[in-house]
């Protein structure tokens, strides 16, 4: 059995699942977006968002875990009690959002493989690494050409000047603005090594 990652204030993460025995946790476009509105609830208060993509049976996301005091700055004062490890937020998600599709699917039992896999991105050319990767996620699966062809990942957003909670200026900064970003992304890559280290 696998060792689990403790997930770190302060520190980066790619953290990524897939359905138990391949199943599919995306049925249709209205999962992606239940999924998404859970997403913001539960784990947008304990961590930001630098990128992620959902796939039929499987997703990615990659996250920074906010700080004790970050998450308290988004706490109103009777809230602070409630505030629960970074962990379990994932858990609350992953566990709210099976009970709706066993609901709607007139199913039961675990939909996701467990414990969800996670791991520390401690460097800025791995994080750009895993973004690119992550945006190419649908390239490597055959549902599109390019990134920005998926409607369900965070590409579209990364290029766009609309307001978004993402952490965009932080992924420009990385590729130091949004041209770099769709010039990098516009280069095909063998992700072979990646998905080894990740054991995917």
């Not at 897939?18 to 946790?25: A, D, H, T, V, Y």
């Not at 390019?146 to 990942?153: A, D, F, L, T, V």
Request: hydrophobic share 30%; proline share 4%; net charge positive.
């Amino acid at each position: 059995m696998r060792k689990t990652q403790t997930l770190e204030s302060g520190k980066y993460y790619h953290i990524y699942n897939r359905g138990i025995n391949s199943e599919n946790l995306f049925k249709e476009n209205r999962n992606h977006e239940y999924f998404l509105m859970l997403y913001t609830k539960h784990i947008d208060p304990i961590a930001e968002t630098l990128a992620w993509c959902l796939l039929k049976n499987h997703f990615h996301l990659l996250v920074r875990i906010k700080t004790f005091e970050e998450i308290l700055k988004t706490h109103k004062e009777h809230e602070i009690k409630k505030i629960i490890p970074p962990h379990q937020s994932f858990g609350n998600l992953f566990n709210s959002y099976t009970k709706a599709i066993n609901k709607g699917y007139n199913r039961h039992g675990a939909l996701f493989e467990r414990p969800f896999r996670r791991k520390l991105i401690d460097n800025d050319a791995y994080l750009r690494s895993v973004i690119k990767y992550i945006h190419y996620n649908p390239v490597n699966h055959g549902f599109c050409d390019h990134p920005i062809e998926y409607p369900w990942s965070s590409y579209l957003t990364c290029i766009s000047e609309k307001p978004t909670k993402l952490k965009r200026e932080k992924v420009l900064l990385l590729f130091k603005n949004t041209d770099n970003l769709k010039t990098f992304h516009d280069q095909r890559e063998n992700f072979a090594s990646l998905e080894e280290f990740l054991n995917l």
